[in-house]
């Protein structure tokens, strides 16, 4: 199954933008549905975005209001997050999540329906 890094993760001013990419080696990677989640310091873990292996089909948690955006380059087997319009809040570690899937056009929200996991990366917001 695929190995998942992330990276473009650091320090933004409010307002500011950042792109985070997850890059995954050793599989199918087309066949995989993805998702970001991300944990905010004495905070449980929560999902960001998903996104299903066609990329036909997303999902967004409601807090985000349409600042990310969730894409995927399968020729080039790394998925990405646009976050536009950080706020402090969105302070966090973010993981990527991936899960071999038969439907193209599924994505999964829930942790546990994810296998593997990515090593996360440090995204700090300040005001």
């Known amino acids: 199954q695929v190995q998942l890094v992330e990276s473009g993760g650091g320090l933004v001013q409010a307002g500011g933008s950042l792109r985070l990419s997850c890059a995954a080696s050793?599989?199918?990677?087309?066949?995989?549905?993805m998702g970001w989640f991300r944990q905010a310091p004495g905070k449980e873990r929560e999902s960001v975005a998903a996104?299903?292996?066609?990329?036909?089909?997303?999902y967004y948690a409601s807090y985000l209001k349409g600042r990310f955006t969730i894409s995927r380059d399968n020729a080039k087997n790394t998925m990405y997050l646009q976050m536009n319009s950080l706020k402090p809040e969105d302070t966090a570690v973010y993981y990527c999540?991936?899960?071999?899937?038969?439907?193209?056009?599924?994505?999964?929200?829930?942790?546990?329906?994810?296998?593997?996991w990515g090593q996360g990366t440090q995204v700090t917001v300040s005001s």
């Open positions: 999540a991936a899960r071999r899937t038969l439907n193209s056009n599924y994505y999964l929200t829930a942790q546990y329906e994810y296998d593997v």
């Open positions: 996104i299903s292996w066609s990329g036909g089909s997303t």
């Open positions: 050793g599989g199918t990677f087309s066949r995989y549905a």
